[in-house]
């Protein structure tokens, strides 16, 4: 199982610096959608610069014009790009087009869907490399909520999926266990006192 690292900072600068410290531990790094929208598309360049032998990832949650903002994610350095679920499956159809014209890959965010297996199997008919089973920060925030509901739609939809929802070192080897290709965790990282030891922690409980 791979670890994708959710960088949910608001400058350039301060995602370079949790990257460079986090890169050895981790697979994927992700451009938070509100750094991409504080920063523009400079910073997916910026990522892919820094790190080259690392997938980026670009948050975008297109919910329209999935081509066109697929293909300026590409062309500014990202290796995968979300759309959303919600989506109109022609917006998922656009990106993913723009994606193989380029040799990337779209991801279908599934946060804010109800019957998350079912969109699951449509999307990745539609073409998505794989989906993303998530619970936003502020679903998370409420009471009594729990990253199991995330695993058990990973395992009920039989698609290739990550699991994205407050993923940590106690949670990640569940994450692993439910098939999973990928776990994805944001503050048990960036928000730790050593970044690089966090990661490290992340990755010893995932094997």
Known sequence: MKIQFAID??????ALDLAAAAAPHVDILELGTPLI???GLSVITAMKQAHPDKVVFADLKTMDAGAL?????FAAGADLVTVL???DDSTIVGAVEAAKKHGKGVVVDLIGIADKAARAQQVV???AEFVEMHAGLDEQAQEGYSLDGLLEAG??????????GGVNAGSI???RDSGARIAVAGGAIYGAPDVAAAAAELRAAAA
Not at 69 to 73: R, S, V, W
Not at 155 to 164: E, T
């Open 9 to 14: 900072t608001l400058t350039t600068e301060a």
């Open 37 to 39: 929208k504080s920063e």
């Open 69 to 73: 903002e697929a293909e300026i994610a």
């Open 85 to 87: 679920g919600a989506a």
């Open 125 to 127: 008919a539609l073409g």
């Open 155 to 164: 395992r009920a939809a039989g698609v290739p999926f990550s699991v994205a």
């Open 173 to 175: 080897a569940a994450v």
